[in-house]
């Protein structure tokens, strides 16, 4: 399933270079900050391919830092700047999801690997399958990854779902609204597949990623295209 994961990547980059794009013509600390969490989800999405040749413990904890617990947050709290234009607070989060960030780098760094995680890791299998054996989360860690990735879906889904039924209300800009139900889609698409991966069927996660971040992309072209 390799070639998922590589797809997964190059829209991932592909995006984040249109919104990285948008925000040096346009400013806005909002796209900014989707481009910063669209890296990592290619970050993660990455890490999955490499994962599917060879070992490493870095990568894996490199692959849980983004994947589970960075990339929704940011992405998130760029939909914040969007939400709360009153006063600073949207700046307070930011602060608040950075101090947050560098605290679940530290403790992934410091979470041990177990002993004989090498010899048993298998490359043909996928990642979200086998993390839990190799990868030793404290209880701060799995803590971390609860708010992190609430805080992050309450903020883009929610984010989305607001913005269009604004657009929705008013009966304007129908292609802001449509855009964004097809941005709130594509963030629940890798959220819901964790429930299939628990069901035992490990390869929906990367199928869900390819379809999670190919929604998001066409959404946001949809949302900025036509007149500003």
Same mark, same amino acid.
Do not use: C
């Given at each position: ?16 270079? %249109? ?53 929704? %947050? ?19 989060? %930011?602060?608040?999801? %950075? &101090?947050?960030?560098?605290? @679940? ?12 995680? *090498?010899?048993?890791?298998?490359? @043909?299998?996928?990642?979200?399958? *086998?993390?839990? &054996? ?56 890798? @959220? ?37």
């Amino acid at each position: 399933m390799n070639f998922i994961p590589l797809l997964s990547t190059l829209v991932s980059f592909a995006f984040t270079y %249109a919104v990285f794009r948008r925000y040096q013509l346009k400013r806005g600390t909002h796209l900014l900050l989707w481009a910063f969490g669209l890296l990592l989800y290619g970050l993660g999405t990455l890490s999955e391919v490499i994962l599917g040749f060879v070992f490493n413990g870095m990568l894996i904890k490199l692959w849980y830092l983004t994947g589970a617990m960075l990339t929704a %947050a940011w992405l998130g709290q760029g939909s914040m700047f969007l939400l709360i234009r009153k006063g600073n607070w949207a700046r307070y989060l %930011a602060f608040g999801l %950075a &101090a947050l960030s560098v605290l @679940a780098v530290v403790m992934l760094a410091i979470a041990p690997v177990a002993a004989g995680a *090498q010899a048993s890791y298998n490359v @043909a299998g996928t990642i979200s399958e *086998q993390y839990k &054996a190799i990868l030793t989360r404290s209880g701060l860690i799995i803590f971390l990854t609860i708010i992190l990735n609430i805080y992050g879906t309450l903020g883009l889904v929610g984010g989305a779902l607001y913005s269009a039924f604004l657009f929705w209300r008013k009966q304007v800009l129908a292609n802001r609204m449509f855009g964004n139900i097809l941005i709130a889609a594509g963030a629940l698409s890798p @959220a819901m597949a964790g429930s299939f991966v628990k069901a035992g069927i490990v390869d929906a996660l990367y199928v869900s990623e390819l379809i999670g971040v190919v929604l998001m992309f066409i959404g946001f072209i949809q949302a900025t295209s036509g007149k500003d």
